[in-house]
């Protein structure tokens, strides 16, 4: 992995602009480049200083961190014969925001570790599912 600094350097001000959700999904690859740091708490340290409030990186067939700032967990990945990857990174986004849509007060989900470990669980069944068709 190349360690050098990210082409523009991140900053409150852009990562403002897009950042500042409650849930933020990078590939580990995305953390490093727009951090341009290759240790992941370091970079989750960052971008919950930037204003971040949970960030899931997920990390192929090791999981998924998810990090809320006050807590990070690794959620592990369900084995399969992955055969494409493809559309992965979104089926995990699409079972988390599902997940979090069916929630009365979704907004609670940033501070409830046990839910994100959960939604995680599920995400990550879902996109694994996702790698074994064409």
Known sequence: MDNSPPLIPITAETFGKTGRRNLSHYPEEELNIITGLVDRDASLDLLHGLGAKTVAVTLGKEGTLISSGASRSLIGSIAVKSIDSTGAG??????????????????????????QQEFVTLANQVGAIVCTKV
């Open 90 to 115: 979104d089926a995990f986004v699409g079972a988390m925001l599902y997940q979090i849509s069916q929630l009365s007060q979704p907004k609670a989900f940033t501070s409830n570790a046990k839910q």
